[in-house]
């Protein structure tokens, strides 16, 4: 009986040891299947976020206005951006068939020494791209990054003018001013007779060099813009500046007319738009001769203040016209200057025009007259 009992209950142990451990099993197997679960849960999370990435990768590249091109260590093409053909021409297969001859250097150059290589080359007509390729991995894959740097060269083209030009407008009175303190200097012991002459001189040519400073600095501030704070009445800036010409007018014998119909007002810089007036209405006058006429005259059209300034003077030579608006642009250099002129009076009106939305034009016949016309969106 009692071995029967320690039979029973060994079997019962074991019985129950062989269900515990089948339990665990279970319990193991089931473990690992919701591992496995989560494991690939985490996979496709990943690979979802590596799909967006790629996505938004793709999207930042492909509205890029520059072209990206990625070469793989064996010179192969294995991506390029959707402004690479816009740019190109084509996109080409591999590094050999890289165009122009200078991107194709900066390539290989980069992907030999390891360092970033540019180049910058002329395609087509008067256009410019320049390339920079950097090595992106140590087993010579290349990306090269096209850009179209033809504005950019036109406009640093026009800063060398301008600094070029400015120093030679300069240079000149400057000059005449040291020449004429020389011979003053020398004068006043040995023949003080010619000393007001120079004096004069001097005198004038110190009034230009101050003049040509003064518009510069005028068009150095209009070109980082107006300040369009106020709503500004025009016609009582045409008044203003009508009374500072009465007398220059009476002077040089040209009649003067200033019209303005009602109240014309626009969103903008009084100062500026003062200096717009004076500049139109001074070349008028210098550019008439006595005898002529200059009209001036505001009225408001479709929303629009129209500012007209017209004259009976020498008028401009019709291939002239499209440049008269450049920095120091002059068709009769001699008149500009004996007139007081510094080549610089319509580059400010262009700008003053152009900070403020509006648009000027010129129509002129050679020995007749010219009238300059600005639009500007009138205010309310
Ligand atoms: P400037 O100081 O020489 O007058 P602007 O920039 O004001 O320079 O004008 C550029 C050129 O345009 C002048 O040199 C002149 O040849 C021409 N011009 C401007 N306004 C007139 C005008 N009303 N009549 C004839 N020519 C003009």
Redesign the pocket.
């Known amino acids: 009986m009692e071995l029967g009992i320690a039979l029973a209950l060994i079997v019962a142990a074991f019985v129950l040891g062989w269900l515990g451990a089948a339990r665990r099993e279970r319990g193991r197997a089931a473990g690992a299947a919701a591992a496995q679960a989560a494991l690939a849960q985490q996979l496709n999370e990943r690979i979802d976020r590596l799909e967006e990435d790629r996505q938004r990768m793709d999207l930042v590249l492909s509205s890029m206005l520059e072209g990206v091109i990625l070469f793989d260590a064996t010179g192969q093409v294995t991506y390029a951006n959707s402004a690479t053909e816009g740019h190109l021409g084509t996109v080409p297969r591999s590094v050999e068939g890289l165009l122009p001859l200078g991107m194709r250097s900066a390539v290989e150059h980069a992907a030999a020494e390891r360092t970033p290589a540019s180049s910058e080359a002329e395609v087509g007509a008067s256009r410019w791209l320049r390339g920079s390729a950097v090595p992106v991995h140590a087993d010579g894959s290349v990306l090269l990054v096209v850009r179209d740097v033809t504005e950019a060269r036109r406009l640093e083209a026009v800063r060398r003018d301008f600094v070029a030009n400015a120093s030679h407008e300069l240079k000149t009175p400057a000059a005449t001013i040291q020449a004429a303190a020389e011979t003053i200097r020398r004068a006043s012991t040995d023949d003080p007779s010619v000393v007001p002459r120079f004096a004069a001189q001097l005198e004038g040519e110190a009034i230009r060099l101050s003049r040509i400073v003064g518009d510069l600095l005028d068009l150095s501030r209009l070109e980082s813009g107006s300040e369009l704070e106020d709503v500004v009445a025009l016609d009582a800036v045409l008044r203003d500046e009508g009374e500072r010409f009465e007398e220059p007018a009476a002077e040089a014998g040209v009649h003067l007319t200033i019209t303005a119909n009602g109240p014309t007002r626009v969103h903008g810089s009084a100062r500026d738009l003062a200096l717009l007036v004076r500049?139109l209405v001074d070349?008028?006058i210098?550019?008439t001769s006595a005898g002529g006429s200059v009209d001036v005259a505001l009225a408001a059209d479709a929303g629009e203040a129209v500012l007209t300034v017209s004259?009976t003077?020498?008028?401009?030579p019709t291939r002239?016209l499209p440049r008269?608006f450049e920095r120091f642009?002059?068709?009769?250099r001699a008149?500009?200057r004996e007139t007081g002129?510094?080549?610089?009076?319509?580059?400010i009106v262009r700008h003053v025009v152009e900070n403020h939305g509006g648009r000027v034009s010129v129509d002129?016949e050679l020995g007749r007259g010219?009238r300059?016309e600005v639009r500007l969106p009138a205010a309310g």
């Open positions: 500049n070349n008028a210098r550019y004259d003077g020498v008028g401009i002239d008269v642009y002059r068709v009769d008149r500009s002129g510094t080549g610089l009076g319509l580059s002129s010219t300059f």
